[in-house]
């Protein structure tokens, strides 16, 4: 493990570290000096020779890395990461309940939960780390980028572990709600019950027949618009992408799916066609007082494209 950072939290993120290899008595250093080291480490898109002019990498006593340093093993180098500049993701996070433990957040679609890849400073936690003052907040579970809804939070790391246990033992009740076409051959309510598995680096989630039952749903149908219809979902799994492939299964894909049935070309920023699916209802015992818990998406479907939230950054808190 990494000693404490010199650095501060910037944007709600902390600094990243690199380490020296530790000595070896039977060869020489490689490196003569830290910013040779630094340029073989790095990726070539970092200017190495721009951010040592620019003092952005320091040791753990927090003095700046010089270019002509004497190449030192077992030594942490800290920075910061450059940030792509990132559209704001429209619509609000909906604070629906802080205490010194979790916060329970209403969040909208396109919004990652956490930073990564192409979305850092646009996730849930890099917005509400910095907004709410909470550097250790983390989330408990999965919430996809396009799903929109309530979303679990622990303050502070001591607290991840006994939050996500429930999860993981299945002891919280998740309702979701989604807008699908109505078939009128089929009958509901209706269980699902199959294997979901997804491969790294694919898009799409797959059903593997005559596996094992990993993944299963109650699904019913709660009313009816035209031809489409408001589903409640109730998992008793939370594989990756089961909601979506269930219902795609059953012939009723969500609406503003951009994976199932197909495929679509949407590009990363176009905010324009929210999924209509939401997390809408999480409850479970308090693993800490053992107090029921119950909290509800102050969201409806079908879900709109919200008002872009004021200022980069700015997480919209209502």
Do not use: C
Request: proline share 10%.
């Amino acid at each position: 493990m990494p000693p404490r950072s010199p650095l501060p939290p910037r944007h709600g993120l902390g600094a990243a570290w690199v380490r020296t290899p530790d000595r070896d008595k039977n060869r020489p250093a490689p490196w003569p000096t830290m910013g040779a080291w630094l340029r073989d480490k790095l990726p070539a898109h970092v200017d190495v020779a721009a951010m040592l002019r620019e003092q952005r990498f320091v040791y753990d006593s927090g003095r700046p890395v010089r270019e002509d340093d004497a190449y030192l093993p077992h030594t942490f180098v800290w920075f910061h990461r450059e940030l792509r500049e990132e559209p704001d993701v429209p619509g609000a996070i909906h604070v629906v309940h802080r205490d010194e433990r979790i916060v329970i957040v209403d969040k909208p679609p396109f919004l990652s939960s956490i930073p990564r890849g192409r979305h850092v400073r646009q996730s849930v936690v890099v917005r509400l780390r910095e907004e709410l003052g909470l550097p250790e907040l983390s989330p408990v579970h999965r919430l996809d980028r396009v799903t929109s809804g309530l979303l679990m939070l622990a303050v502070e790391r001591r607290w991840r572990g006994p939050y996500q246990s429930l999860f993981h033992a299945r002891r919280v009740s998740k309702v979701y709600r989604a807008l699908a076409p109505v078939r009128d051959d089929l009958a509901l309510p209706v269980t699902v019950r199959n294997h979901v598995r997804k491969e790294r680096g694919r898009w799409q989630a797959e059903v593997v027949e005559d596996a094992p039952v990993n993944a299963e749903t109650v699904v019913e149908l709660e009313s009816r618009h035209g031809r489409y219809g408001v589903y409640r979902l109730s998992p008793s799994t939370g594989r990756t992408h089961q909601l979506r492939l269930h219902l795609h299964g059953l012939g009723i894909p969500i609406v503003g799916d951009p994976l199932y049935p197909v495929m679509l070309d949407v590009a990363i920023d176009d905010f324009t066609s929210p999924l209509q699916l939401l997390a809408s209802e999480l409850a479970f015992d308090d693993p800490v007082d053992s107090i029921r818990r119950h909290f509800r998406s102050r969201r409806s479907l079908p879900l709109e494209t919200e008002p872009t939230s004021l200022g980069a950054g700015r997480s919209g808190l209502s």
